[in-house]
Each structure stands twice: as structure tokens, then as C-alpha cells.
């Protein structure tokens, strides 16, 4: 290989030598290149082997380019292929820094004494060396504990490893550059702000780094001041900048290269840290590097060795220290492929479905109801309807009911794509139980799905004198009081509700079944609260969220699954259009026409997060935009500044149709049921994740009326961004949706949602790593079940309990 490279080298300072006097006298340049370059590429990887590619690519087209083109590129190589040598004092104190700093690592891992893992959830002021500014940092940051230090990972890297000649310089991307200083100035914009310009030069361009704060001029014309004098190079990492035909770098970290000397910001690879406001990248990561180097080399190990050697995992004390103290591949590194990464990674997975199993395996245990179901009590239900079920209701049905006559709790969840018929299902299970004596809970995230509920229920069990309640948290205290007093003597048979429902004060008589509507806005807190309220009582979650079923056993898995995957009878499809912006008008004249029907008509809008005042500005131009396009009409405005109440009355008003159009920037809540709507217009739509955009689609088509969403994006946006769109041309099924929104984006909220309570995943992402996920659950579930006390496990244990939220008991754990 050196030999190649060697060859490369002459043969390219050859061909620019004396302003390229050689240059026609060498045959076929091209062809000789490609054959030392391929010579080369087997003993290369990662970064080097792409740019060889690249190289090849060039050189396959030598013969088309102008004589200028081939000299220009030629000369191009030749700078890379000499710097590259030039640049071997910097790699070669890299490897000898990383080699002495992984050797001195690996001898205190594994000669220190370590400590119990619960030393660690000390508060982060037991560190030593941090003072208190620092703690105050890091708890901005969420970060209370130790432990919360040594996992608040990196989500990014910078590589700072390898210098970009100055001619080869990209606008807006970051580089590491090194070069002479060639000149030194102050001087002022034309609106009289003061400028620090400093130039540097490598032997093939000129880079100008601007600094633009007076208060750091001082030490800045020092640090360049020196380099001048001492005849020595700067090395500076930034952003570059294109101006013209020229480069910039604003305010970039710079230090004086000095062969052999450890770099502090240069020559390395850095981890990159989420931030909150006010806080610097560089003061966080000293923080975190301050408390990893005092803890890391105590930390225990709590996976139990057979899962170790089984799944080849390497120490959890090394694989944090590499995460926060990276080295090696870098490409590795941003794909988080390394070792370390994926150990993380695999832990991560494993806690999680930890939890997931001695849920599953508690709830197993325990001693439930028994309901009496019988055949006639399904069938009086049944008759009373005033549709027939669907056979996906059917099944659902039968799965709900063989679980409430076992004397064990029924877990499980309902999935039901938009207008599927999930609640009629759940009235059929509150009936069951109400048959057989007992009180149910139906708890919605809003007030708007709990008065929808509320009706619902009332409409589906008025005709066997079921008396149905509600409890919200905008009643009076009067109001509260007097169905508080109603709910605990078993007044109601059936009580709906929001939060209020698991304050401490609710006491029902005989709590017998729970229904909780979109599960993912409740945390696993939240559903032992409502628990402690019954005796060991029935649980039912319903989602209108299809979850892809791989997914769902994985994220749900301390839950039973029932999809229902079936519209009811005369529901049609929902018309789905992507409409580009310059036809706007035509869709202008569409809602007109259904308007004219007496149809209704939601406009949506991606919530503008930059400031309230934004919000607020950008919601009420689209309103009067609107506005002025359909006249003659009542237009309502929703948005995310808005308080509950008051988005619950402009909702109220277009269900009762005081309003005919609603222009909305926030998220229109799951379920809500307006018959009459018959359109959805989705503005900038690429901007939606793909489930989010079928949750919306699914507020039209909630009748026998034909129904239309119209996805508005602009013609400059991506292909990627028009393919995803296209899946919601094509398909009105919520499960494909969910599949090929898993495949564009990872399961992103779908499961995030779902953690809430028990932390959320901080390195792995389920798309990614589903093979590890799989895994992992299945030693888990295996690990559960042939030692549910985790003997021998202590650490493991400890950790557990810190994991799992107040309210959540597990057996066998503390």
C-alpha cells in the first residue's frame, strides 16, 4: 500500500511540476491513477475509501474534461495527497494520546474497587471536584444524580481529526483547517461595529476567521501575534462561510499547532450534548467530563454475566467511558455502531422490558374478578344497537370478554384505526360489568373527549337504565363535591372523566373495570393510580394509533393486543390529493362547493414553535387569509396558545355549526366526532410525520358523506418528501400508514409516548435498533421467568427500583 501511495505522489508532483511543464508528455495520467488507487482501496475504510470513490469517479470521466479541468484536478490531488503526509505529526500524536489514555483507562477499571450501583444515585454536589456553579449547570440540564450524569449521552459527534486543505473548503459545512497567519486587523462594519479579521494560509488558499465580540479581541491578537512571531501554524474549527469567492470562519475554537504537543479542542473527536437555554456546549461537556472521570472507574457491572458472555457485551464502565470519551471510527461513531454504543444501547432496551415483564408477570398473580359473562348478557347488549358489529368488533369483543371471566386482571389494548368502532366495544365491556355489579372508570385526555365519551356512553347504555357520570376538572367545587359524594356510594354505574378521576379524594364503591382512552398521553403511573382505586380491577386501553404489531408487542409488552382492522359499514375511504400551493385557488373553489352542502371544512397548520408572539401572528394571518377566501362563511381559529377551556368552546362551536370552516395550528384532538366535516386541508403536510397526517386525515369521512383531505406542500420540496405523501394517496389502511412511517422516520412518538414514566430512551432508537431490541426483550422475559426475585442481582435491583416511578410495585424488586 505505501508503495502505491508513494507512486501516486510522484507521479502527480510530476504532472503539476514547474506550472504543469509535463503535463502532455505523461500517457494516460488517468488510467495509471486508478490502477495505484485500486491497489490502495482494500487496505482502507470508512472515510478514506469514500474519497477514493470519489477519486475514481473523477477519473473515469478524465477524457471528457477540458485541458484546464484535468490540470485543475491534478492539481487538486496532488495538494491532497502531500498534505496528507504533512499532516502525519497530528495523526500520529492522535493514536499515541488515545493508545496511553485507553491503556491507563483499562488499569483503573479493572484494579478499582467498585462501588454498589444506589452510591451512584447520590445527588451530582457529592462530586468533589464539581463546584457549584457546575451542579447548577447540570441540574438545568435535568441532571440530579450521578448516575443522570453518566447516562445524559451524546447525540452527536464532532470529528476534529482531520484537516481540509484551504482550497477544498465546502460553504456551510465544519472543518478542522490549519494554515499561517498571514495578516492581523481591527476594523468596522459600515454601521460601526468593531471586527477582529485574522488571514491564514496553507500553501494552496486563504481562509479570513472573524471574530465579532470586542471583549476577546485581546486574547485572540495575542494567540496570533505569537503564532506570527514564532513562524508557527493555527489550527481553528468552525463553520465556514462563502463570501464571493472567498471564505470565512466566525468565531472558530483555535489553538497553535505545535508537533507533539496534546491539543485540548484539535486533533480529537468530541461528543456533542443536547443544551438548555443559556448553556455552552463546552462548559457542559468539562461539567460531564468531570463527574465521568471521578465515577466511571467505580461503576459496577449489573447485567448478569450469562447475558454478558451470551451477547458479547463489553463492560458497561468502559462502554460509558467511550461514549463520553470517544476514539476510533468516527463514521461508526455517527451510525452509533461502535461496541460501546451498542452496549448502551442493548441496556437500555433491556431495562425497559425489564419493567415490561414483572408487569406482566405481577399482573399474572394477581387475583382478579371474575365477571359473569354470559352468552345472554352479550346478546341483550347486541339487540339494542342500532348498527350490527363488524366481524373485527365481533372478535375484539370475544378476546375482551374470555379475558373478564378469568379471575386474573385483564391487561390488554385496543388498537383501532380511526373510526374502526372501538368505543362501542368499550360500552359493551362497561355494560359486562355493570351486569355484574360493579363500577367502571372511562378516563379521556381532554375535556372535549370526555364530554364526547360522556354522551357516547350514555347514548350506548341509556336502555338498560345504566346511569352515567362525569367528572372534569373544569366543574364547579360544588359541582366536584356533590359527584364525588355520588361516585362513592355507587350512585353512578359508569363514571367518565379526565385527570380529576385520579385525585386522591375520587373513591368509588366497587371500581370493576378501567378504560383509558389514547393510552399514550397517561404515563404507567398514572394507570397504577387508577388501579389502587378498585380491587386489582380489569384495565382496557384503547388507541387510535396503529402501532405496526412488532412495534406494539415491544413497546405494549406488558399488555395483551386487539386490533380492530375494519371500518364499519358505509364509512367511505377519505379522497387524499397532494396539492401544490400555486393551486390553491382550485381548492378555494372545492370548499366553496361543500359548504354550499352544509358541510364543514378543517384547516391545519404545523404549529410554529419559534415564540408565542410568532404563534399568535402566524395563526391569525392564516385565519384572515382564510377569512377573506370564504366569505359568506364562519371561520373559527384554534391554536396552541390557547387555554383548555377555550379551545373546548371554538371546537364546541363548529360541532354545533356556529362555525363552518376551523383554521387550526395545533394538533385537532384524536376522536373528536363531527359527522358534517367533510374536508381536511393540510398545509406545508411535509412537514407531518406520516401517522400524524392519517390522525388528521381521520376527522373527515366520520359519516356516509364522501369526504376529502387535501395535503398542500410546495413543488420545490424534496422527492422523499412527495413519496411520503403519495403513501397517503394510495392507502386509507392506518396500519400500512404505520408501517412505512416506521420505515421513513423510526417509530419516533409511537413509542416515546408510551414511556412515559419510565424514562425515555436516551441512545436507542427503535427502527434502528430493532434486532437489538429483540434481544434484548428476549432475555428479559427469559430472565423474569427463571429468577423473578433477580437473586444474586443486587445492582440490577437497585437500578430498577430508581427506574420505576412512585405508585409502580414490582415483585421481587427492593
Not at 182 to 211: M, P, R, W
Not at 385 to 395: G, H, I, N, R, V
Request: overall charge positive.
Amino acid at each position: 500500500m505505501k508503495e502505491a501511495v508513494e507512486n501516486i505522489r510522484k507521479l502527480l508532483t510530476l504532472l503539476v511540476k514547474e506550472d504543469f511543464k509535463y503535463f502532455n508528455r505523461v500517457k494516460n495520467p488517468d488510467k495509471a491513477l486508478l490502477l495505484y488507487l485500486g491497489q490502495i482501496k482494500p487496505f482502507v475504510s470508512g472515510r478514506e475509501k469514500k474519497f477514493i470513490e470519489k477519486v475514481e469517479g473523477y477519473l473515469k470521466e478524465f477524457d471528457i474534461l477540458s485541458q484546464e479541468q484535468k490540470k485543475r484536478l491534478m492539481k487538486e490531488l496532488h495538494t491532497v495527497f502531500t498534505l496528507k503526509f504533512s499532516t502525519e505529526e497530528i495523526e500520529r500524536n492522535l493514536k499515541e494520546r488515545k493508545e496511553r489514555v485507553v491503556s491507563n483507562i483499562r488499569k483503573s477499571f479493572f484494579s478499582l474497587d467498585k462501588y454498589p450501583v444506589k452510591a451512584f444515585f447520590q445527588p451530582v454536589s457529592t462530586v468533589k471536584s464539581l463546584k457549584p456553579q457546575n451542579v447548577k449547570r447540570l441540574k438545568k440540564l435535568g441532571l440530579e444524580t450521578i448516575y443522570d450524569v453518566l447516562f445524559y449521552l451524546p447525540y452527536r459527534y464532532e470529528d476534529r481529526t482531520t484537516v481540509t486543505p484551504l482550497n477544498l473548503l465546502k460553504d456551510g459545512e465544519t472543518a478542522l483547517v490549519k494554515g499561517k497567519v498571514v495578516n492581523v486587523l481591527e476594523s468596522k462594519t459600515k454601521k460601526g461595529k468593531k471586527l477582529l479579521k485574522a488571514v491564514i494560509y496553507d500553501t494552496h488558499g486563504k481562509l479570513t476567521l472573524l471574530f465579532l465580540q470586542p471583549r476577546i479581541f485581546g486574547f485572540y491578537k495575542k494567540l496570533f501575534f505569537q503564532a506570527k512571531e514564532l513562524d508557527k501554524e493555527i489550527i481553528a474549527y468552525g463553520r465556514v462561510r462563502r463570501s464571493g469567492l472567498s471564505f470565512t470562519m466566525v468565531h472558530p475554537e483555535i489553538e497553535i499547532y505545535e508537533p507533539g504537543r496534546k491539543f485540548n479542542k484539535v486533533g480529537v473527536i468530541l461528543p456533542v450534548y443536547h443544551l438548555s437555554e443559556g448553556l455552552k456546549q463546552n462548559t457542559v461537556r468539562r461539567d460531564i467530563a468531570a463527574v465521568v472521570k471521578n465515577a466511571v472507574p467505580r461503576f459496577p457491572e449489573y447485567l448478569p454475566q450469562d447475558i454478558l458472555k451470551k451477547r458479547q457485551l463489553p463492560d458497561i464502565a468502559e462502554s460509558i467511558w467511550n461514549v463520553h470519551f470517544p476514539s476510533g471510527d468516527v463514521d461508526a461513531l455517527g451510525e452509533f455502531k461502535t461496541p460501546f454504543q451498542k452496549r448502551l444501547i442493548y441496556d437500555e432496551l433491556f431495562l425497559f422490558q425489564l419493567i415490561l415483564a414483572f408487569l406482566r408477570k405481577k399482573m399474572k398473580k394477581e387475583k382478579g374478578i371474575a365477571f359473569p359473562v354470559d352468552e345472554g348478557m352479550i346478546e341483550e347488549f347486541k339487540k339494542h344497537l342500532p348498527f350490527k358489529l363488524t366481524s373485527a368488533q365481533e372478535k375484539v369483543l370475544f378476546e375482551i370478554v374470555a379475558d373478564m371471566r378469568k379471575d386474573e386482571p385483564m391487561n390488554r389494548l385496543v388498537q383501532g384505526d380511526v373510526g374502526s368502532g372501538k368505543t362501542v366495544v368499550a360500552a359493551a365491556s362497561a355494560f359486562f360489568a355493570v351486569k355484574s355489579g360493579y363500577q367502571v372508570a372511562v378516563m379521556a385526555p381532554t375535556e372535549i373527549l370526555a364530554n364526547q365519551h360522556f354522551k357516547k356512553f350514555k347514548e350506548f347504555l341509556f336502555p338498560f337504565g345504566i346511569k352515567v357520570g362525569i367528572l372534569t376538572g373544569s366543574m364547579t367545587q360544588k359541582e366536584k363535591n356533590t359527584m364525588l359524594k355520588a361516585i362513592q356510594s355507587g350512585y353512578f354505574d359508569v363514571v367518565v372523566g379526565t385527570h380529576a378521576l385520579i385525585q386522591d379524594k375520587v373513591e368509588f364503591k366497587n371500581l370493576g373495570l378501567v378504560i383509558i382512552d389514547e393510552q399514550h398521553r397517561f404515563g404507567v403511573k398514572q394507570r397504577a393510580e387508577l388501579k389502587n382505586k378498585g380491587r386489582q380491577p380489569d384495565f382496557l386501553v384503547m388507541t387510535a394509533t396503529p402501532i405496526p404489531r412488532t412495534l406494539a408487542l415491544t413497546a405494549y409488552g406488558d399488555l395483551d393486543i386487539s386490533i380492530i382492522d375494519e371500518l364499519p359499514a358505509g364509512r367511505k375511504p377519505v379522497k387524499t390529493k397532494i396539492v401544490f400551493d400555486d393551486e390553491i385557488d382550485k381548492v378555494v373553489s372545492f370548499l366553496k362547493k361543500e359548504l354550499e352542502k352544509e358541510h364543514r371544512v378543517y384547516v391545519v397548520y404545523p404549529l410554529v414553535e419559534e415564540s408565542e408572539k410568532m404563534e399568535l401572528k402566524a395563526a391569525t394571518e392564516m385565519y384572515h387569509f382564510w377569512r377573506e377566501k370564504l366569505k359568506g362563511f364562519q371561520v373559527g381559529l384554534l391554536h396552541g396558545k390557547m387555554k383548555q377551556e377555550e379551545k373546548d368552546k371554538v371546537m364546541e362551536k363548529f360541532k354545533e355549526g356556529e362555525y363552518q370552516v376551523l383554521v387550526s395550528t395545533t394538533v385537532i384532538e384524536v376522536g373528536v366526532d363531527v359527522p358534517e366535516a367533510t374536508v381536511m386541508v393540510i398545509e406545508h403536510a411535509e412537514r407531518f410525520g406520516l401517522a400524524q397526517l392519517h390522525q388528521l386525515r381521520g376527522r373527515v369521512g366520520r359519516s356516509d358523506r364522501p369526504s376529502y383531505c387535501f395535503l398542500v406542500t410546495k413543488r420545490t420540496v424534496g422527492e422523499d418528501a412527495i413519496k411520503r405523501l403519495k403513501i397517503l394517496e394510495s392507502t386509507n389502511d392506518g396500519f400500512k400508514v404505520a408501517e412505512a412511517d416506521l420505515a421513513f422516520r423510526g417509530p419516533g412518538e409511537l413509542t416515546g409516548t408510551r414511556q412515559s414514566g419510565v424514562g425515555e430512551f436516551k441512545i436507542a432508537d427503535l427502527r434502528r435498533d430493532f434486532e437489538i431490541l429483540k434481544k434484548a426483550r428476549e432475555d428479559a422475559f427469559e430472565l423474569i421467568e427463571k429468577n423473578p426475585e433477580l437473586s444474586g442481582l443486587e445492582n440490577l435491583k437497585e437500578l430498577l427500583n430508581y427506574k420505576i416511578p412512585d405508585g409502580i410495585d414490582l415483585v421481587g424488586v427492593g
